[in-house]
């Protein structure tokens, strides 16, 4: 049975907490405040 009409349970995707935050992180650009506030000495490697 469909929780929701036109919806069956392999439909929905769960996001959680950290596709929000991601979500957000991107849509604020805050990786370019960031790197304004503490400039990169050098290169790093992750």
């Not at 392999?10 to 769960?14: A, V, Y």
């Not at 991601?22 to 992180?25: C, D, E, S, T």
């Given at each position: 049975m469909p929780l929701i009409d036109g919806f069956d349970d392999?439909?929905?995707?769960?996001v959680d907490h950290l596709g929000i935050v991601?979500?957000?992180?991107d849509s604020l650009?805050?990786?370019k405040v960031i790197d304004r506030?503490?400039?990169k000495k050098r290169h790093h490697n992750l």
């Open positions: 392999e439909s929905i995707l769960t991601a979500g957000a992180y650009n805050i990786a506030a503490i400039p």
